[in-house]
């Protein structure tokens, strides 16, 4: 019953791919990953993810222990407050964080380039890059084939979707499993840490995660993200001896240029963009920024016309439709490809790693003869459907992350907006809601096991 050396083929170098790719190499079991982009600093235009607790526990499960004390060195300064602001920065809402003492129970502020490079430590032996899944072919004797654009292929005894929202792979197992548009646009800018830029944003702002609440149904996130290192990859002073020695001795650092940064992120519906915003890029993507915005603070459009030209990304916001269930194979799927979520909890990346893990934990099971291949995936199936589109629900119930929110709307808007804000602004005053607020930043467990 047991399932001798199973190889198993990866597609996506991403995040979940990549965790699963640690957990299976931890476990024995041979992986080969497959991965469109041309070489590892490729794509992925830097914003920022925020790894909390059920992330940390699978990278921490999956990776070596000192990749995952890389990792932790890896992340950004913690923030210190969550703030509420008006789109003239006046201040609503500031909550103070607590201190990040343990290395699970937390949120970390993550480069997602930086973190593609910590994943991608101790596994490019088996990361090809420059291969675009095409199709696959599952054959009767238990094996299954990958074909890539580049016309080779590569077999093996299961085949793991983790290619993304657009995933090719799920096109052809679950033609019927689709995404549609959320109807919202976010553009995401970074802008190089500067005295200036740093001087823009009061003292709060600075040191933490704001939340903008515009008027006319526009909305922003702002993160410093301050970094171990500087501009010349040297470790800065005041670091502790044993982040510094692990950093140095890091190949990733050479690979990644990401130094200090404000991530600016801007959202609203689709419908006031332009049609063309998904093919605009730099400047002139900033320019729709800022016609979005033109009661936003001078400061913070000054931010916009500082940020670095090749790092404005448009990104249209998309949530997986539930998917029936189906039988199980050599062929399964992980992460954004099978549940998109909207950024709406910050949740996507965590439970495409939650899938990894768990996934890992069931291959795992397989091989030590508890069950068979197509039972751990069964097994694996049965747990992550649920829970992933649970997610994909409560990120789509977020205010502001569906184009149909009465946020968006003329008159309506204009109600929700001051409700929010004063949601934010009672709550941060009354001690005991304050208190609950900040525990719930801090321990969101609805996407635990
Ligand atoms: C603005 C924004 C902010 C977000 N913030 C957060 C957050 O704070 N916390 C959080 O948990 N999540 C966040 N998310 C969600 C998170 O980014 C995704 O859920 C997460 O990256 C999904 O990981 P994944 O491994 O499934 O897919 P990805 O990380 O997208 O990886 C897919 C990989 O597959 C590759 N690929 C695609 N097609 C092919 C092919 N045909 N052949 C070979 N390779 C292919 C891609 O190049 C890519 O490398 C955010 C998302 C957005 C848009």
Not at 349 to 371: I, P
């Amino acid at each position: 019953m047991s399932t001798p050396a199973p190889h198993v083929l990866i597609i996506g170098a991403g995040t979940g791919g990549l965790c699963l790719a640690h957990g299976l190499r931890r476990a024995g079991i041979s992986v080969a990953v497959y991965e469109r982009h041309r070489h590892r600093a490729e794509g992925l235009l830097g914003y920022r993810v925020g790894i909390g607790p059920t992330g940390s526990r699978a990278l921490r499960e999956c990776l070596p222990p000192e990749l995952f004390a890389t990792f932790l060195a890896t992340c950004a300064r913690p923030p210190r407050y969550f703030n509420v602001v008006t789109q003239g920065l006046r201040q609503t809402a500031s909550f103070e964080l607590r201190p990040d003492a343990d290395p699970v129970h937390t949120e970390h502020s993550v480069a997602r380039m930086v973190l593609r490079q910590v994943l991608l430590t101790g596994v490019d032996d088996v990361v090809h890059f420059d291969r675009t899944f095409v199709r696959y072919e599952q054959r009767d004797d238990g094996t299954v084939t990958a074909y890539f654009a580049d016309g080779t292929s590569a077999t093996g005894d299961l085949l793991v979707a983790a290619d993304g929202t657009h995933s090719a792979v799920r096109r052809q197992y679950l033609p019927h499993a689709v995404t549609r548009d959320a109807g919202t646009i976010n553009v995401a800018t970074r802008i190089p840490l500067t005295a200036r830029t740093r001087d823009l944003v009061p003292e709060r702002v600075r040191q933490g995660i704001s939340l903008i609440f515009g008027t006319g149904g526009t909305m922003g996130v702002l993160h410093m993200m301050e970094f171990k290192w500087d501009a010349e990859r040297a470790i800065k002073p005041g670091v502790g001896d044993a982040d510094a020695a692990l950093l140095r001795q890091w190949p990733g650092l050479t690979h990644d240029t990401t130094t200090d940064n404000i991530n600016l992120i801007i959202w609203s519906a689709a419908r006031r963009f332009p049609a063309d915003v998904m093919q605009r890029r730099g400047e002139d993507l900033v320019r729709v920024a800022l016609d979005l915005t033109p009661n936003w603070h001078p400061h913070l459009r000054e931010l916009l016309t500082r940020g670095e030209p090749d790092s404005a990304l448009p990104i249209k916001v998309t949530t997986s439709e539930p998917v029936p269930p189906w039988k199980s194979s050599t062929v399964t799927l992980l992460g954004d490809a099978i549940h998109t979520m909207t950024p709406g909890r910050g949740v996507g990346a965590n439970t495409a790693l939650r899938d990894a893990r768990l996934l890992c934990q069931q291959l795992a099971r397989a091989v030590a003869g508890d069950k068979t291949l197509l039972q751990a995936v069964a097994d694996y199936e049965a747990a992550m459907v649920p829970y992933g589109f649970a997610r994909v629900i409560e990120s789509l119930n977020r205010s502001g992350t569906s184009g149909d929110d009465r946020m968006y709307r003329p008159v309506v808007g204009r109600l929700a907006l001051l409700g929010a804000r004063g949601y934010f602004g009672v709550t941060s005053r009354v001690p005991r809601l304050r208190r609950r607020f900040v525990d719930d930043f801090h321990t969101y467990e609805g996407d635990q096991d």
